[in-house]
Antibody, heavy 121, light 110 residues
Framework: QVQLVESGGGLVKPGGSLRLSCTAS????????MSWIRQAPGKGLEWVSY????????NYADSVKGRFTISRDNAKKSLYLQMNSLRADDTAVYYC??????????????WGQGTLVTVSS | QSALTQPASVSGSPGQSIAISCTGT?????????VSWYQQHPGKAPKLMIY???NRPSGVSNRFSGSKSGNTASLTISGLQAEDEADYYC??????????FGGGTKLTVL
């Protein structure tokens, strides 16, 4: 069965950095693009970033562009999100999600349970 | 890019049908047939219910259906059941090769 397990969340001060990880199992990791999607407390979903299966293409929401970097290690079946210059409005549960296939137009079909990032002094 | 527009809440009685609308622009909903819908119960991860406007993933009840006209998409749930009470989000691929979500709709089963 498909499993996505996020880790790395926690409390960080404004301006600080954090690296999120997501470990995948139950499917052929290299067949899928991967995404990060976040949800602020009590708010809706916000797409953050995706990376294609062969690392060839990444894209970011304007709200995180230049501050966040998505990456993946296909050998370790892992997805990462390096978050720098964190702000209070980055506070959210961050979900790792499997793309619906190798094509980025297919929506994410499996999501992890999320990891909470809190940015506060 | 602004979020897709959804009603904040809808409600219906068991057995009834309800529809949730999702309005976007020519840069997202109107550009492609890449509209999807997610269901999210409190404290849980979202679950994909509809993709490419009207397709259901394996295991999703046929009580859920989707449609689109121009810049507006709709999710219809027929034969409402108590377990359908949840938040629902629409999503679309965009002409900027990004993904956008709606603000979410809380469905209450009376």
């Amino acid at each position: 069965q498909v499993q996505l397990v996020e880790s790395g969340g926690g409390l960080v001060k404004p301006g600080g950095s954090l690296r999120l990880s997501c470990t995948a199992s139950g499917f052929t990791f290299t067949d899928y693009y991967m995404s990060w999607i976040r949800q602020a407390p009590g708010k809706g979903l916000e797409w953050v970033s995706y990376i294609t299966s062969s690392y060839t293409y990444t894209n970011y929401a304007d709200s995180v562009k230049g501050r966040f970097t998505i990456s993946r290690d296909n050998a370790k079946k892992s997805l990462y999100l390096q978050m720098n210059s964190l702000r209070a409005d980055d506070t959210a549960v961050y979900y790792c999600a499997r793309g619906g296939g190798s094509t980025v137009t297919v929506p994410p079909d499996y999501w992890g349970q999320g990891t909470l990032v809190t940015v506060s002094s | 890019q602004s979020a897709l527009t959804q009603p904040a809440s809808v409600s219906g009685s068991p057995g009834q049908s309800i529809a949730i609308s999702c309005t976007g622009t020519s840069s997202d909903l109107g550009a492609y047939d890449y509209v999807s819908w997610y269901q999210q119960h409190p404290g849980k991860a979202p679950k994909l219910m509809i993709y490419d406007v009207s397709n259901r993933p394996s295991g999703v009840s046929n009580r859920f259906s989707g449609s689109k006209s121009g810049n507006t998409a709709s999710l219809t749930i027929s034969g409402l059941q108590a377990e359908d009470e949840a938040d629902y989000y629409c999503s679309s691929y965009t002409t900027s090769s990004t993904r956008i979500f709606g603000g979410g709709t809380k469905l209450t089963v009376l």
